[in-house]
């Protein structure tokens, strides 16, 4: 008897996909030498539009370089202020398809985004990016306590989240940020204020084989200054570089040299032009948007001075950067929830927006490899 029609169809499916598994990435080659020479091929989507199963090698966790992605957190559009909904997702550039990371455990605290007091403003979540995962370091409970004990992060090559070591001092509206494979922490308030932790620095070194903890540094701040609000700790050069108060207002500038264990005050250029949210690319160049101008600029370090790359509209109110591979992406108000992405590399240099997934707008944004499938 002759199988029903919707059966053969899943036979003759089935054995497609046995065939295609068993054929060899590159004829002639074992597939462990094809993996090799497919991983120096520049442009991913030229791999990604050939076949099948080149395209599940793209996703595989064993592929050795694996392309960028943008994640971001989200907030729904709704109308109700107080919501303290937080997603997670991920773009891929190659399928240009948004795809929802995997929820967080769920005994993690809840992250307040607005409190009853403050519905006008948002709450920081202080998130940083550090030996390709994403990591959750600080936040604010409903009674204005530190909501992290320890730090919450995202693998996307294993796509699983994970808990970190504890903090020695959980703390809030702190100076957070990474250099060469380490998390950093300094300043902030933790239950109740105090000076010691206002002025202490903690490191976590993701790449040290004894194990994972939280190390006390020497170098202290000289006072509290910065545990007024979140501050990005922006890594370059073997330095770590912040400024107490965001936006156009008067500020004041350090720079922590971690080989040094040592403090300095911010070069006075750097910090005349620091107008908006900075990041760093690859730890070698820092990009800046003044967020009242519109302006994209990198900084100089020759000259001391911030060298405008585009000016646009678009630009405006930009709230958190992030900067990868030649591309700075934008998070601003006012950009009806999209992100702008800037293509430095080009000449002259090219500006679109991303849109988010409908129904959400972006709060921060980071770039990681891709999730593997």
């Known amino acids: 008897m002759a199988d029903p029609p919707r059966?053969?169809?899943?036979?003759?499916?089935?054995h497609q996909q046995e065939q295609e598994q068993e054929q060899p990435l590159l004829p002639g080659l074992p597939d462990e030498i094809a993996e090799l020479c497919l991983s120096n091929v520049r442009r991913p989507s030229l791999v990604f539009s050939v076949c099948?199963?080149?395209?599940?090698?793209?996703?595989?966790?064993?592929?050795?370089?694996?392309?960028?992605?943008?994640?971001?957190?989200?907030?729904?559009?709704?109308?109700?202020?107080?919501?303290?909904?937080?997603?997670?997702s991920a773009f891929d550039p190659l399928s240009n398809k948004w795809e929802p990371l995997p929820p967080p455990p769920q005994d993690q605290p809840l992250l307040l985004l607005h409190h009853p007091s403050f519905l006008s403003r948002k709450l920081p979540i202080q998130i940083v990016t550090v030996s390709t995962n994403l990591v959750l370091l600080a936040a604010t409970t409903h009674n204005f306590n530190p909501a992290l004990s320890r730090p919450l992060l995202f693998n996307p090559i294993l796509r699983t989240w994970l808990f970190g070591p504890p903090l020695l001092t959980a703390r809030r509206w702190c100076a957070a940020g990474s250099l060469d494979g380490a998390v950093y922490v300094a300043s902030g308030i933790?239950?109740?204020?105090?000076?010691?932790?206002?002025?202490?620095?903690?490191?976590?070194?993701?790449?040290?084989?004894?194990?994972?903890?939280?190390?006390?540094?020497?170098?202290?701040?000289?006072?509290?200054?910065?545990?007024?609000?979140?501050?990005?700790?922006?890594?370059?050069?073997?330095?770590?570089?912040?400024?107490?108060?965001?936006?156009?207002?008067?500020?004041?500038?350090?720079?922590?040299d971690v080989g040094k264990d040592a403090w300095r005050d911010m070069p006075e250029g750097m910090l005349k032009g620091w107008r908006g949210p900075v990041a760093s690319m690859d730890e070698e160049v820092l990009y800046t948007v003044d967020e009242t101008k519109g302006s994209l600029r990198k900084y100089d370090q020759e000259i001391d001075c911030w060298v405008e790359i585009i000016s646009s509209g678009m630009l405006v109110g930009a709230q958190?950067?992030?900067?990868?591979?030649?591309?700075?992406?934008?998070?601003?108000?006012?950009?009806?929830?999209g992100i702008v992405v800037v293509d430095v590399r080009a000449a002259p240099p090219r500006i679109w927006m991303l849109d988010t997934p409908p129904g959400f707008q972006a709060l921060t944004v980071h770039i990681l490899p891709r999730m593997s499938r």
């Open 190 to 256: 933790g239950s109740h204020f105090s000076s010691d932790v206002a002025r202490s620095v903690e490191k976590w070194d993701l790449e040290c084989c004894s194990g994972w903890i939280w190390e006390k540094m020497e170098g202290r701040l000289r006072d509290g200054r910065f545990s007024r609000d979140a501050v990005d700790a922006v890594g370059w050069k073997g330095r770590l570089c912040m400024v107490n108060v965001k936006g156009d207002a008067a500020k004041e500038g350090l720079v922590y």
């Open 52 to 88: 099948k199963s080149w395209r599940r090698l793209l996703y595989s966790s064993c592929f050795p370089d694996p392309f960028l992605s943008l994640y971001t957190t989200l907030l729904p559009t709704t109308t109700n202020p107080s919501s303290q909904s937080l997603h997670f």
């Open 320 to 337: 958190q950067i992030a900067a990868a591979a030649s591309k700075v992406c934008v998070v601003c108000d006012g950009a009806d929830g």
């Open 7 to 14: 059966k053969r169809q899943k036979l003759t499916h089935h």
